[in-house]
């Protein structure tokens, strides 16, 4: 394996330099000719860097190996979220690129048998797991890594999207619009129970800023176990308030669909009597009448980095990693930007389709 050394000498400058430009150091004072001719020299001796020779490792680990998939929602349940769908396949699309099997698994009752956890080399687990769940996967997992959650502590790896960050974005957004009457549906964590029936990570947020804002009205917000047809009844119910809201933001994409329906029943239109802006872009939101304003999560990536962290593990690496992606709000004719705020550049950007704010 090509060294810096042996490319510093093949150039004729020192390693600290090589050093310095393959890694991209804005700081370094050197010609443009010198410049390329380091980069040059590294392709012609097919230098790698130790992130890519990391990586190169970890897929070459991959192959052959058993995948335990673990899913916190039933085949059935999972079809009715499109979001958990797009994680799975981020998860098998990269097991498959790696030639590794995948075992699933559904967590959605009583614990399967252990010995499938125990005879695969790790365990990825989607979705949210708490105390006799969360311990049984860690008693019986070689390597675990959670997708699309991030339990207490940090024995584990994991990937996710800070969905309380992209709440705050969204109520600073439609502030600035002009909405001031804001509601929110969504649902209770069942982790928290009947006496914290606020925990739920969006629901949070948008109660303390809203607060902040001095805008929060407890009739806004309402929450109630998942159902299916949650989005509808949460809708329906707060539509029938005195003063209800001028846009209703959907704790997901699913709600959202219930909350149409609600609106188009009552007789209101979207977004001329009330806006609705939600979470996840499944890929029905832009089909919708109007479509959907969503904030995209990247759910397939979600997936595809689960599987590279326990790749990474199964490498050597002993520390714990925490992966948080960005995400971005995409504004369409649900929620319509006025005109004085859509050509705020420093707050709003255009792009197709409607308008984005870059996570």
Same mark, same amino acid.
Request: hydrophobic share 30%.
């Given at each position: 394996m090509v060294t810096i050394k042996e490319i510093a000498s093949a150039v004729g400058v020192s390693s600290a330099t090589v050093s310095r430009v393959l890694n991209y150091d804005p700081t370094l004072s050197?010609?443009?000719r010198k410049r390329q001719a380091i980069v040059e020299t590294a392709e012609a001796l097919n230098? $790698?860097?130790? &992130?890519? &020779?990391s990586r190169a490792a970890a897929q070459a680990v991959g192959v052959g190996l058993k995948i335990a998939l673990v899913h916190f929602l039933d085949p059935a349940q999972e079809l $009715? #979220?499109?979001y958990y769908v797009g994680v799975r396949l981020g998860i098998e699309s990269r097991c498959q690129a790696l030639k590794s099997e995948v075992v699933k698994v559904f967590l959605t009752g009583n614990p399967p048998e252990a010995t499938i956890l125990e005879g695969a080399s790790g365990v990825v687990a989607v979705g949210h797991y708490y105390g006799d769940e969360l311990e049984w996967l860690r008693r019986h997992s070689r390597h675990l890594v959670f997708a699309d959650y991030a339990p207490a502590g940090d024995m584990e790896d994991t990937v996710l999207s800070d969905v309380s960050l992209a709440m705050t974005r969204l109520l600073k957004a439609v502030h600035a619009m002009g909405y001031r009457r804001i509601g929110f549906i969504g649902w209770i964590d069942a982790f928290y129970g009947p006496d914290n029936i606020h925990s +739920? &990570?969006?629901c949070r947020t948008y109660i303390d800023w809203m607060t902040r804002a001095g805008l929060y009205d407890p009739e806004l917000c309402m929450v109630e176990p998942m159902t299916p #047809?949650?989005?509808y009844k949460l809708a329906k119910a707060m539509l029938s308030k005195p003063n209800p809201p001028k846009i209703l933001i959907t704790c997901n994409d699913n709600m959202a669909l219930g909350a149409y329906r609600a609106i188009h029943e009552t007789g209101l239109r979207i977004p001329e009597d009330i806006a609705v802006a939600s979470f996840n #872009?499944?890929?029905v939101a832009q089909f919708l009448g109007p479509p959907l304003s969503t904030v995209k999560i990247p759910a397939e990536l979600i997936g595809e980095t689960a599987v590279d962290l326990l790749?990474? &593990?199964?490498?050597?690496? +002993?520390?714990?990693k925490k992966v948080v992606f960005g995400t971005e709000i995409v504004w369409r004719g649900s929620t319509p930007a006025p005109a004085e705020t859509a050509?705020?550049?420093? #707050?709003?950007?255009? $792009? +197709?389709p409607g308008l984005k704010i870059p996570g």
């Open positions: 050197i010609s443009t230098y $790698a860097t130790p &992130r890519n &020779r $009715a #979220d499109p +739920e &990570r969006r #047809d949650s989005g #872009d499944i890929p790749l990474e &593990r199964l490498s050597g690496r +002993e520390v714990a050509n705020k550049a420093d #707050d709003i950007v255009s $792009a +197709e």
